[in-house]
């Protein structure tokens, strides 16, 4: 993966069709990259904040995704958990497309996605 300031390229654009999602390895960091159904990009740590399972196995509907294990939920445009048993909100991290590239800064979390 190539990094640029902080800029990770995690995948080329059409690796994921609208409405998928993949996990990657950013050093020891597994971020999610989720390819919403409108066309806008998302990306978060691959991991639910409460039943530490990868989201990325879980179901991407709209805007939210699922965590396989508890069924919690988390809004990606915001983050914040969709009710029981989330009590810690995701942090998303910013995400930007150059071309074919989807890059993402997994070290800025909270600054928002585009």
Known sequence: MEEDQGWVRL?????LGA???????????????????????RASEDRCTHGQACLTEGYLEGNTVECPLHGGRFDLATGAGLGSPIFHDLVLYPVRVEGADVLVRPDASGEGAS
């Open 11 to 15: 995948a080329g654009a059409a690796r």
């Open 19 to 41: 409405g998928e999602m993949a996990g990657f390895s950013v050093g020891a960091q597994r971020i999610a990259l989720y390819h919403l159904a409108d066309g806008g990009w």
